[in-house]
């Protein structure tokens, strides 16, 4: 087709534009039009009508479904193939825009509202509602599968696919990527700009053979707010599930009011590895924030924030209890959590810098979690020399035995050179023969904490390392014959380094003691004296001098 200039004066007849209206028109098909059928008053189903223009779409080879602002009733799924693009006229929160509203028939029941199954496929600028029980006490959605699938039969993949400005108001399920149980695989997916309140689960990114993309998720009670749904989703409910993906990137991820907001779990396919994740904010998790428990999981988390609430006893921010696992994590903020910040139960190490942990342990009744727990002796955690505790926030208070760090792994505090100091403002009377503990009051200097008044012969390490550990200690005077002796213990049992003799005179007697010992993160040290004079002995206290212990950390 083509366009002849007029002459002078220079007019073109309607007509004349006929032939360019014919050729968009091969490019885009109406769900309205007569040909299709689509009411778009929430009546009837339009489902056959919409598959219609679809099935049109592609039979062209490929072309942009459009569907004009309504409420389109569907009561039989939708499959999108190759090239074709199915648009709405956007949505808002009211009801405005393009919706597309499931309804509760053993079809709908049984497929996803829309199936993708092609390369090169559009989805965007529309709004799904679901059919859903109304709130009540003991609720739980209705149990349809995911809203949105894309999937392809394998080696075939669902390729090169856009989901964008979604509002997924209520489904029961929002996006699946694959499916590893029937072999079915997706590779190089965007997700963009996908909104709503899934009740039970998000997305879920379960078979990816290619890098994904998703940016600007907003999961958040759009449909409703009432405690009895919230309740459902605090208990059961995840954001996102990771199972088989590699490479993935993701921007800018929202929740709130779900159990667990990140899950990396395992599949007989495969696993999550390599994940980079920028700007993640969990809010009032009812379980785990992250929760990793597949094998050999690695991700890199930048800026993450992660808070609990009164009354959500149970939960950690992150979790991790599979073998090999690998976690990265920079500017990372948690608080108010009910039990832990960070759990380790596995060979597994997590690397932490800029860390800061507002408030935890906060389960009804009281607990005493550790911020950090790491349960299994062969884990590590890592945290740079910013890190902090803040017990006491938001009118909430950390319980006083909740230690910051906990477990028979390790922690190592990066770039830490602290040291502990104390001493014995009075004289304590030694028993004979029986080996025992110096008690220390009072503190010249503990900076990171490790003198308990509650234990006080203990300096215990609250981070692994290397540590220069001594004492110093003053026997009275005594001409009574017998050996009085000074020891660095370790855990109350291991004698690391002593200092003693069978000596006695009418002067006071003094040792000092040092060695240097590696201790993990909870385990402490004591200064153990034992005499054998016949009768009582007093350690004096003497000023700057005796009795005095010191713990130094001095290496990794």
Request: net charge negative.
């Amino acid at each position: 087709m083509s366009l002849v200039k007029k002459v002078a004066p220079l007019k073109y007849a309607r007509s004349d534009m006929d032939g360019v209206i014919d050729f968009l028109n091969t490019l885009t098909f109406n769900v309205k039009e007569a040909s299709y059928g689509a009411r778009g008053d929430n009546t009837g189903d339009d489902g056959p009508p919409i598959q219609a223009a679809l099935n049109a779409a592609e039979a062209a080879g490929g072309g942009v479904v459009q569907m004009p602002p309504g409420k389109y009733r569907l009561a039989s799924p939708l499959t999108i193939r190759n090239g074709v693009t199915l648009e709405g006229s956007g949505w808002s929160w009211g009801g405005q825009g393009t919706y597309l509203h499931v309804v509760n028939t053993p079809s709908m029941m049984a497929n996803s509202a829309i199936t993708v199954t092609g390369d090169g496929v559009r989805l965007r600028n529309l709004a799904i509602e679901h059919d859903q029980p109304a709130p009540a006490g003991g609720w739980t959605p209705a149990s349809y599968p995911f809203a949105i699938k894309c999937a392809a039969v394998f080696p075939a993949l669902a390729n090169d696919i856009e989901i964008s400005d979604i509002l997924l108001l209520n489904a029961n399920k929002g996006i699946l990527l694959g499916d590893a149980a029937a072999n079915i695989a997706v590779g190089r997916i965007l997700l963009d700009r996908i909104s709503g309140q899934p009740l039970s689960v998000g997305i879920q990114i379960d078979y990816s053979l290619d890098v994904l993309r998703m940016s600007h998720v907003h999961f958040w009670p759009f449909w409703s707010q009432d405690t009895n749904v919230t309740l459902y989703q605090r208990s059961f409910a995840k954001a996102l599930v990771l199972q088989h993906v590699d490479g993935m990137t993701m921007d800018d991820f929202f929740c709130i009011f779900y159990n667990t907001g990140l899950h990396f779990t395992d599949t007989a396919i495969g696993r999550a590895q390599r994940i980079l994740s920028n700007n993640l904010y969990l809010d009032v998790v009812g379980g785990s924030g992250i929760l990793v428990d597949g094998t050999f999981r690695t991700a890199q988390f930048i800026n993450t924030t992660i808070t609990g609430a009164a009354g959500i006893g149970t939960n950690n921010a992150l979790v991790v209890t599979g073998d090999g696992s690998q976690i990265q994590c920079a500017n990372f903020y948690v608080a108010g959590m009910g039990r832990r910040v960070i759990y380790i139960g596995a060979a597994a190490r997590v690397d932490v810098t800029n860390f800061r942990a507002e408030v935890w342990s906060l389960e009804t009744p009281t607990s005493t979690y550790p911020a950090i727990e790491v349960a299994n002796a062969n884990a590590l955690v890592t945290l740079d020399a910013g890190a902090t505790f803040n017990r006491s926030s938001f009118g909430f208070t950390t319980p006083a035995g909740a230690p910051d760090i906990g477990g028979p792994g390790k922690v190592i505090r990066l770039g830490i050179q602290a040291s502990a100091r104390v001493y014995r403002t009075t004289p304590q009377s030694i028993p004979q023969n029986v080996n025992t503990a110096i008690s220390f009051d009072a503190e010249r200097n503990d900076l990171p904490g490790w003198h308990d008044p509650a234990n006080p012969t203990r300096l215990t390490a609250a981070v692994s390392g290397t540590f220069l550990v001594g004492c110093c200690v003053e026997w009275a005077a005594s001409g009574l014959a017998g050996g009085r002796y000074t020891s660095i213990k370790f855990g109350g049992t291991l004698n690391l380094a002593s200092q003693g003799g069978g000596l006695g005179g009418s002067e006071s007697i003094v040792h000092q003691v040092n060695t240097q010992v590696y201790m993990n993160a909870g385990e402490y040290v004591e200064i153990v004296v034992f005499q054998s004079t016949g009768g009582p002995l007093n350690v004096l206290a003497d000023i700057a001098q005796s009795p005095e212990a010191w713990l130094s950390k001095i290496g990794e």
